[in-house]
């Protein structure tokens, strides 16, 4: 009886033991693991779509300091920020064509403001020229984070268009999201660094002419345009 039980004790670890290293074959091929078809976790692209919109943001916060200096400097503040309140209510989950296209109109009409009153004012004061000088640096830090997303943005429109052709039917919701973010940002971010340059072109016209400090990067930056 005894060497009948130590006889079934066997087997049954002999048996786990395959089983043990069945499943880890498989965890070795990625069965088992949410992953897509570019190589890339969907964790990871998920994580890559935070941080870009979170970038993006950042950009665009830029832009609006930058704007509200600007409007200031002219005393147009209030009418700026009004013009702005697309701009500003841009967040994680609204990122999307129509809602960008908003932003950037609102952007455009705030400049425009500006403009007005940039023609209108030949000797601005000390005071102007102080936050002329300020809205320049942030529209200048605004473009280069703008310029540096614009890769990463590719990439993962890239990475995420081959995870839909191998994810579940539970990642698939998941993955078309991050697909159709990242694709946004790929549309946008040319569109936004063509109106950004352009404000920023006419700011270092201003400001040479009134003897206004610029960064020294901004001539560089509108050299690529």
Known sequence: MTKRIILVVVFVALGCSVALAQ???LGKLGIGKSSSGSGVSIGDLSNSKGKAVGAYL???QELITSLEKAGEAFGVKKEVLEKLAA???LNEG???DKALEKARKSSEEAQEIIKQ???ETKAPSIESKKLMAESIAHLVNGIQKEQELVGEVQ?????AQAALSSASPTEVLKVKDIAGTALTLVKAIPMDLKLTKDILSSYVQYAKANNISVPGNATNLLKGE
Do not use: E
């Not at 990439?155 to 990475?159: K, M, Y």
């Open 117 to 119: 009153k940039m023609q």
């Open 58 to 60: 950042q950009s665009t």
């Open 155 to 159: 990439n993962l429109s890239n990475q």
């Open 94 to 96: 609204n990122i999307n």
């Open 87 to 89: 701009v500003r209510a």
């Open 23 to 25: 499943l880890s074959g």
